[in-house]
């Protein structure tokens, strides 16, 4: 995890818009420990473990509070980071964001594909098929943005980021614990792309692109969706991991 954290700073720092990358990061980040310590304080209640539920239960309002937070700093990301590349050309910058979007897609697809088979249980498995097919809607979205504006899907970021999902795919199913830890996980990376689809709609509205700021809002609302569900599967996640490994009590 230290590793993963310090590859994330150098992907930020190796990117245009460094400054909204990293809070974007940040933001799907503190959505996983969200997921994580609602997991933690699940298990503890099942074991009677009182201290640890009022731990989790106070760290989970620290963890909400800067996801929050980090929320509120869009506007100013997107500020600076358009400052930082000073561009000639607000529309350039835009192609960028949704071959950005796009990539970001193709990694989501990679994981859906694969979530039903690692998690086993029927309830998550239908959360991440039914997104499944809205996240290939939002792919060709995406890509029809881009064509609209003279760009092109980055088929280097596309290919990174769907051998990206392989690898995560491939270290959820090596843990006994899969259903909760793909739950929080797929939680987090619904706010990585709301961050970043958050951050391409302002561009979008800076560039002048009202057909580019509405696909953003229909896809925002979704991946919204998308959260909330898996959210309201903690419990169920919870439980089949539990289950998995035989603590049933």
């Known amino acids: 995890m230290v ?27 503190e959505a996983l420990e969200e997921a994580s310590y609602e997991l933690l304080r699940r298990v503890a209640q099942r074991a009677g473990d009182d201290a640890t539920v009022a731990m989790a239960d106070e ?22 980071s358009l400052r930082e590349k000073d561009p000639d050309d607000i529309r350039e910058q835009l192609v960028k964001y949704l071959a950005d979007a796009h990539a970001m897609e193709q990694q989501a697809i990679q994981l859906l594909e694969r979530g039903p088979k ?35 899907t980055n088929a280097f970021k596309d290919a ?21 830890k793909l739950t929080a996980f797929a939680y987090a990376f619904e706010h990585l792309e709301i961050g970043g689809f958050e951050q391409l709609r302002r561009v979008a ?38 289950a998995e490994v035989g603590a049933t009590g």
């Open 3 to 29: 590793a993963g954290g310090k590859g994330f700073v150098l992907f930020a720092k190796s990117q245009p818009d460094t400054t909204g990358k990293l809070v974007t990061h940040a933001y799907s980040y």
């Open 59 to 80: 760290i989970l309002r620290d963890e909400v509070a800067m996801e929050e937070r980090l929320a509120g700093l869009f506007d100013a990301s997107v500020e600076t």
């Open 118 to 152: 690692i998690v086993k249980d029927p309830v998550l498995a239908k959360i991440f098929e039914d997104h499944l097919a809205e996240t290939r809607e939002h792919s060709s979205l995406w890509e029809a943005r881009l064509e609209a504006l003279g760009g092109s």
């Open 160 to 180: 990174a980021m769907r051998l990206g999902a392989l690898n995560w795919g491939g270290f959820f199913q090596a843990h006994p614990d899969t259903p909760g």
């Open 205 to 242: 509205e800076r560039a002048g692109d009202p057909e580019t700021v509405a696909t953003a809002e229909r896809i925002l609302a979704q991946e919204r969706q998308a959260a909330q569900k898996l959210r309201a599967a903690f419990d169920r996640a919870s439980a089949a991991s539990l």
